[in-house]
């Protein structure tokens, strides 16, 4: 049986390798093509099994995302959303998984919810414990650059926050964190 012959003998093969390294030229140069072709082999087992490792390492990776995916969705099923008409900010609104914004509006039944975006700065450059939830052109199809309405900087989809320690300063200031 190849497979066992070969995995019994890979531990000296290994010391091979290690000692050929050390010892130098004289050891090599009186059977170079023996150890050379040893050599190799044993480094291809111990490549082999490296990359079946980190093979198998992606498929548990892998795996527990894929297990964990009706977690995610139920996370994201819900999100903060604006009134294009009324600018009434909705927490929390479920998101009807078949279809995109514009949302139904449940008080009014119109189509005008969508996604709020959060700007957390204030008109000093500071960062404000609660964002102001700003309605970005490009979720309704429109030209043109975002200006949140409180600090006038520019809002974008998935607008960038400040540092999470600087929110929570924020909060701590406004007595929002113990
Ligand atoms: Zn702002």
Redesign the pocket.
């Known amino acids: 049986m190849p497979p066992q012959t070969r995995t019994s003998t890979m531990p000296s093969l290994v010391d091979d390798a290690s000692h050929s390294g050390q010892s130098g030229s004289s050891r090599s140069a009186s059977k170079p093509k023996g150890s050379t072709s040893e050599t190799n082999s044993g480094q291809m087992l111990k490549l082999a099994g490296a990359l079946l490792a980190f093979l198998l390492a992606g498929a548990v990776v892998a795996w527990q995302v894929l297990s964990r995916e009706p977690d995610i969705g139920a996370l994201s099923a819900s999100t903060t959303v604006i009134d294009a008409e009324s600018g009434e900010v909705i927490r929390r609104f479920p998101l009807p998984l078949d279809k995109v914004h514009p949302w139904t509006n449940p008080k009014t039944g119109r189509d005008t919810l969508y996604p709020a975006e959060p ?4 008109k000093d450059g500071s960062v404000m414990p609660e ?2 939830w ?1 309605l970005v052109n490009d979720y309704m199809g429109k030209p043109g650059e975002t200006k ?6 520019r ?1 974008v989809p998935r607008n960038p926050m400040p540092p999470g320690e600087k929110i929570d300063e924020a909060r701590l200031k406004a007595g929002l964190l113990k």
């Open positions: 700007c957390f700065w204030d964002p102001t700003v949140c309405p409180h600090c006038a900087r809002v």
